[in-house]
């Protein structure tokens, strides 16, 4: 069975870059005795030890559990609704009358399960970190002196290194996430990579946005960055903003963010 996924190409008009989003069928490689994709039966033997966090308002949840007697973490998340499908929500969809009150009423929407998708993402193995990452936690707002962040913070980063940072040198080596890859200057200095971010629902590009990570090894956080950067910050914001023509928020990964990954 053929699976509908989007991908993404640099087209060249007059010397500029624009983002083109086209879907293609894929044929996976690793087919079930029924004929479907063994990724679409991947979470049917996921046992659930407990709920990490739960959050209400953004529709979304990351659960512990097993996977083939391995730890692992999936989060859920409801997609964003697209204006292309109101038709068919409206014209093929059930409703169940919960509540109705003069002009109001409240409805249960049962919509075609194509319409109905929800984004999951599975982490396996997953490890102490990677629970205790995605687990609910009090927010503190910190002021880090440049000694606090010599001291403590980039110690930590350097100790943690290789968890953080390997699905970034991945990236930055193509060994990983190379077709998701929209924009690339090879320049050792100034060079980066544009892709977009995990988060995305890959449908729609009212809610793209895209991750630049930079070709400089040396930048591990906000903090490392000084006036000799500046060129590859303006680099970045050029390339990425005026000749994609996309809306786009610039950031440099700290060493705890994995984007999801």
Same mark, same amino acid.
């Given at each position: ?20 989003v ?6 996976s ?18 046992k659930?030890?407990?709920v ?7 529709k ?16 859920m ?7 292309d ?37 599975? $982490? ?5 970190k ?11 707002? $910190?002021?880090?002196t440049?000694?606090?962040?010599e ?18 040198y991945?990236i ?9 890859? $929209?924009y690339e ?7 980066f ?13 009212d ?5 630049a990570? $930079?070709?400089?090894?040396?930048i ?14 303006k ?27």
């Amino acid at each position: 069975m053929a699976d509908i996924v989007v991908k993404r190409e640099l087209e060249s008009e007059d010397g500029e870059l624009s983002l083109k989003v086209k879907k293609r069928k894929v044929i996976s490689d690793n087919v079930g005795e029924e004929g479907e994709p063994e990724c679409q039966k991947i979470l049917s033997g996921f046992k659930t030890s407990s709920v990490l966090s739960d959050y209400t308002r953004e529709k979304r949840i990351f659960i512990h559990g097993t996977l083939a007697d391995q730890d692992a973490v999936v989060i859920m998340e409801k997609t964003p609704f697209r204006e292309d499908d109101l038709a068919e929500f409206f014209s093929n969809s059930t409703l169940k009358l919960d509540m109705k009150n003069d002009i109001y009423s409240t409805y249960k929407l049962r919509a075609p399960p194509h319409l109905n998708e929800i984004k999951t993402t599975v $982490v396996c193995p997953a490890t102490k970190k990677h629970l205790n990452k995605y687990k609910r936690q009090e927010s503190f707002l $910190v002021e880090e002196t440049k000694t606090d962040y010599e001291s403590i913070t980039l110690p930590f980063i350097e100790k943690q290194n290789t968890f953080s940072l390997q699905w970034v040198y991945n990236i930055l080596q193509k060994k990983a996430e190379v077709e998701r890859i $929209v924009y690339e200057d090879p320049d050792p200095d100034t060079g980066f990579m544009l892709l977009p971010d995990f988060k995305w629902d890959q449908k729609q590009v009212d809610d793209l946005y895209l991750i630049a990570i $930079v070709h400089p090894m040396n930048i591990k956080s906000l903090r490392d960055l000084t006036a000799e950067h500046i060129p590859l910050l303006k680099n970045i914001w050029q390339k990425g903003q005026v000749k994609l023509q996309l809306p786009m928020c610039l950031s440099v990964e700290e060493s705890e963010t994995e984007q999801n990954h």
